[in-house]
């Protein structure tokens, strides 16, 4: 069983940068592929980045590519989403998830097993 908690969104001019961190409970964290997603209003939850159990394999949306940069810490059981050269269009409701021990990453949200609460991001032209 694995908890999710994210924080650090907010406001931010577009340009501007934010670090997103998801905190994880649970020995499994360690073992678990962990994913971003975001969700706009009316649109559905998309793939933004993804991380293998061991940090190895990342992927991104070409969207955030080069802007976006994922990674975590083991030790701290927490997953982080640095976000820089934000835009407009980066304004959503962002969620960390982790799938089942030992999966690998995957963009597909059915994917995940645990979801966290999410954080808003809000980016103003």
């Known amino acids: 069983q694995v908890q999710l908690v994210e924080s650090g969104g907010g406001l931010v001019q577009a340009g501007g940068s934010l670090r997103l961190s998801c905190a994880a409970s649970g020995r499994a964290f360690s073992s678990s592929a962990m994913g971003w997603f975001r969700q706009a209003p009316g649109k559905e939850r998309e793939f933004v980045s993804a991380?293998?159990?061991?940090?190895?394999?990342?992927d991104y949306t070409d969207s955030v590519k080069g802007r976006f940069t994922i990674s975590r810490d083991n030790v701290k059981n927490t997953v982080y989403l640095q976000m820089n050269s934000l835009k407009p269009e980066d304004t959503a409701v962002y969620y960390c998830?982790?799938?089942?021990?030992?999966?690998?990453?995957?963009?597909?949200?059915?994917?995940?097993?645990?979801w966290g609460q999410g954080t808003q991001v809000t980016v103003s032209s």
């Open positions: 991380i293998s159990w061991g940090g190895a394999n990342i």
């Open positions: 998830a982790a799938r089942t021990m030992l999966a690998i990453i995957s963009t597909t949200p059915d994917d995940y097993v645990y």
